[in-house]
């Protein structure tokens, strides 16, 4: 079974601060995925990697940056959250063939104060 | 600009009968159309896709859906509700190999025993 984690469920962060968002995936996947979940809005691409130090804007990333320096393991930043940062955020994989074939992890939910 | 709606934002139903969801889509030429489950606390995972051909696409979990380009429709569909059915659904469509990925805003489905 393809396994998608993520660092924390439930995060709660200050203005201002950094924020890391870990995501692993075990099945050696080429693709990897932020998404951002709010509610009436659906799922909202923030960025997206095809290989190691590859990444590529999505819908929006605007207040996020990302790193990809091991093929399993994408991180998302928020350099200086604000509070409409404040969501549910969604890691995924997948084959490079398969794009739309993504595995998604459990996802954080994030509320910055 | 491309689009995916789902009029319903939430649909109750008594376990046992059957079920529709509907999605509708906005697309120059014919999308990549999916269907997304996400049961509470979860993920989304994959519960069909459509690229071409047969317009009825069968998928996991006993759910098929229909594809209608003359009504822009792809909704989805089950004979028979189990409660374990509850959950969000998101319906989502796109152009080749990940352009205009777009997921609607999800309908919640809650079953009544």
């Known amino acids: 079974d393809v396994k998608v984690t993520q660092s924390s469920r439930y995060l709660v962060k200050r203005t201002g601060e950094k924020v890391f968002l870990e995501c692993v995936q075990d099945?050696?996947?080429?693709?990897m995925f932020w998404y951002r979940q709010d509610p009436g809005l659906g799922l909202r691409l923030i960025y997206f990697?095809?290989?190691?130090?590859?990444?590529e804007k999505g819908d929006i990333p605007e207040g996020y940056s990302v790193s990809r320096e091991k093929k399993e393991r994408f991180s998302l930043i928020l350099e200086s959250a604000s509070t409409n940062q404040t969501s549910m955020y969604l890691c995924?994989?997948?084959?490079?063939?398969?794009?739309?074939?993504?595995?998604f992890g459990p996802g954080t939910r994030l509320t910055v104060t | 600009a491309q689009s995916v709606t789902q009029p319903d934002i939430h649909i109750t139903v008594s376990e046992g009968a059957s079920l529709e969801l509907r999605c509708n889509y906005s697309?120059?030429?014919?999308?990549?159309l999916f269907w997304y489950v996400q049961s509470p606390g979860q993920g989304l995972q994959l519960l069909l896709k459509y690229f071409s051909g047969d317009t009825l696409v069968q998928g996991i979990k006993g759910f098929e859906a229909e594809f209608k380009r003359s009504q822009s429709s792809f909704n989805l569909r089950k004979p028979s509700v189990h409660w374990s059915d509850a959950a969000e659904y998101f319906c989502?469509?796109?152009?080749?190999?990940?352009?205009?990925?777009?997921f609607g805003p999800g309908t919640r489905l809650s079953v009544l025993p």
């Open positions: 099945m050696d996947h080429e693709n």
């Open positions: 990697s095809y290989d190691v130090k590859m990444k």
């Open positions: 995924a994989s997948s084959f490079f063939r398969d794009y739309y074939e993504q595995y």
């Open positions: 697309y120059g030429a014919t999308p990549y």
């Open positions: 989502a469509g796109g152009d080749n190999y990940g352009q205009n990925f777009v």
